[in-house]
């Protein structure tokens, strides 16, 4: 144990020692001081990153759209070295600052069965695209994707050594949605486009376009991580309120009506089903967060409020933008995927194939069933039910105990990830929820560290 606590004590220094190397030999070599500078702040940042993983966690899974928007504003178009430089640096920082803090914790790591559940899923998702390989780009990018957006994160949730650094990294979480209110109000004000525009994400790349389904994810987040803290300390600030009203308003202006009705139904789940509170207060709650919502659904302009009447009234939608009619376009992808599984049941078209090749279904269960067949999809059914099964017993477990509201967040989390999957789940990408199952078994892991004798289903 002193070797390993001597290595600790001796790797920051060697770490430093090494960056300051890098640095003078960049001072050295370089002749243009504004790359140096880029270079020394570059540096630095990668040595914070690694030190503080569950920060270049969040910033992958949450700050994303912050990225996006910073190399917006620099006229920076996001191409694959760039946003794949970003990735691989945040996957790095963690995978590598995780493994750090897991030897100096002297933590050796469990496998449960959410993890072997989790690597049998994606071993047969790579097995499926090498046996049904059709030359087909699309099936190609998503097994690309699927390292550094799916599996890295997975790895490098589970690799955080405490209850402190998840409560860390759920703050975090938030944090990055938090620095977005600011800009997100500044060019909805000075933006014309947006008079007109229904849909919001904060940036427009010509280009690549938009993505206002990952900039309400963001705000959906936000409301979840302090809606539960708020749960947790049994009362309202200031600040919680100062944050809540732009989140929800943030979250309906987007126009991510995946994002919008994920959050309304999880917290219906978590108030009748799982909450462990009085009628009253139930009512107070859901009273108060359907207000909420309304208010800021009253205050968007109707280019926006046709995105959500769409829902109800299909004769809406040829007088809005054509990006309305995705509800058209998913249903056609989803009938195509229904077809692939009719045609190949057992072991499925294979990996990035369904939906005429386009391997985006918009459905994470249609989509696992037409690519994978029913084994695929068995696996697939078989985790998801194991981590609600762990999750509620560890909430029934540690009811009433400062312990309850990390996993009542955690499950929450992943119960939105579950939810909006349906509308633009894909396996390539789906980080959130992938991250989320991750979340709970390393949380259920962690609490039964400390109650030994618990029973879990994990």
Known sequence: MSQIQGARENLYPIMFGALLVAILSTLVLATDILLVARLLVILCS?????????LSLAIQVNGIALYLYTIYKLNIEPGTFVTGAFYGVMAGSYLIGGW???RA????????????LFGLLYSYFFISYLLWAQDNPSAYRKVIYAPALVIAPYIGVRMIASTTKIDRFLTYLGLMSIIMIVPSFYELWINPLYQDYGRFSIYIFEDKGDNPIQFGIAYALLLIIVIFRIARQRRIGLIDVLILIPAAFLLIRSGARGPVISLIVT??????????????????IIAGGLLLLGVAYSVI?????????????????????TSANSIQERILL??????DFLAEPILGVGTGNSSGGVGYPHNSI???AAELGLVGVSIFL????????????TIKRTKGTPDEWIMTTAFAIYLFAFIESQFSGYMGGDMLLYLSIGLVGVVSQLLNQRSPDASTAA
């Open 382 to 393: 078989l985790l998801q039910a194991v981590v609600a099964v762990t999750a509620y017993q």
């Open 301 to 321: 302009p109707d280019a926006t409020v046709r995105f959500y009447q769409v829902l109800f009234d299909p004769t809406v939608s040829p007088t809005q933008n």
């Open 46 to 54: 990668i040595f914070v990153l690694v030190r503080k993983p569950e």
């Open 366 to 368: 249609i989509e696992v």
């Open 267 to 284: 917290f219906f789940i978590y108030i009748i089903w799982l909450g462990h509170i009085g009628r009253r207060i139930k009512l107070t």
């Open 334 to 339: 989803i009938d195509m995927a229904i077809d």
């Open 105 to 116: 914790a002297l933590q050796n790591h469990s496998f449960n069965l959410i993890d072997k």
């Open 100 to 102: 750090i803090a897991l």
